[in-house]
């Protein structure tokens, strides 16, 4: 099945800095990889995904790029506040119409104001 | 996206004893999911609820300790049985396919339940 890595575990960086998480992936199956923003005692948000047909998409201040060759696929946050600080997990779904998610472990990030 | 309400939020529960969560979505969705989140960890996915039929369980998990029902597309329930101080964790439905539109892979999570084993 499919693995998911993460990296880093934690990660502090100050206000207004960039913030950039990896991820890699084993099933060079998968299509699909949504991020999840998670705050203390919250759910898990989705606050961007990108499917394997483009190597890069942007939000705001919020970037996901994707090399399906390396099988990695990276979180880039800019300018970075406050209230970006939680856990991010990034996932994977192997095959399109089996839309199981493969979960990475987590980053924490902290922002240093 | 739909909204994805969970009963209950948190419980206190006695070990030997049994549970069970409650999704409410408030449109019709393809796809619902369970998960465990144990503290400070990632998300396992439990089984995925099928309308109809059985669930489609992952393994380590039972459904004999696990059972869901999926009655409609808009409910979904999930029973921890004969809990046990390990079951302590926070239980996570979430759905997939959302305003009756094909499957587009998007999971959106509810609010979660967190319970505690005694």
């Known amino acids: 099945g499919e693995n998911v890595e993460q990296h880093p575990s934690t990660l502090s960086v100050q206000e207004g800095d960039s913030a950039v998480i990896k991820c890699t992936y084993s099933?060079?199956?998968?299509?699909?990889f949504p991020w999840y923003k998670q705050e203390l005692g919250k759910r898990p948000q989705l606050i961007i995904d990108i499917r394997s047909n483009v190597g890069e998409k942007k939000d705001q201040r919020i970037a996901v790029t994707l090399n399906k060759t390396a099988k990695h696929f990276s979180l880039h946050i800019t300018e970075t506040q406050p209230e970006d600080s939680a856990v991010y997990f990034c996932?994977?779904?192997?095959?399109?119409?089996?839309?199981?998610?493969?979960f990475g472990t987590g980053t924490r990030l902290t922002i240093i104001p | 996206s739909a909204v994805i309400s969970q009963k209950p939020s948190r419980d206190i529960c006695q070990r030997g004893t049994s549970l069970t969560i409650q999704c409410q979505v408030d449109s019709q969705v393809t796809m619902m999911f369970w998960y465990r989140q144990q503290p400070g960890q990632s998300l396992t996915l439990i089984a995925t609820a099928n309308q109809g039929s059985e669930a489609t369980y992952e393994s380590g998990f039972v459904i004999d300790k696990f059972p869901i029902s999926r009655p409609n597309l808009t409910f979904s329930t999930l029973t921890v049985s004969n809990m046990s101080p390990e079951d302590s964790s926070i239980y996570l439905c979430?759905?997939?396919?959302?305003?009756?539109?094909?499957?587009?892979?998007?999971?959106?999570f509810g609010p979660g339940t967190r319970l505690t084993v005694l």
């Open positions: 099933d060079s199956a998968s299509n699909y």
């Open positions: 996932a994977a779904t192997p095959t399109f119409g089996n839309e199981k998610l493969t």
């Open positions: 979430s759905v997939e396919g959302t305003s009756g539109r094909p499957s587009t892979d998007t999971q959106y």
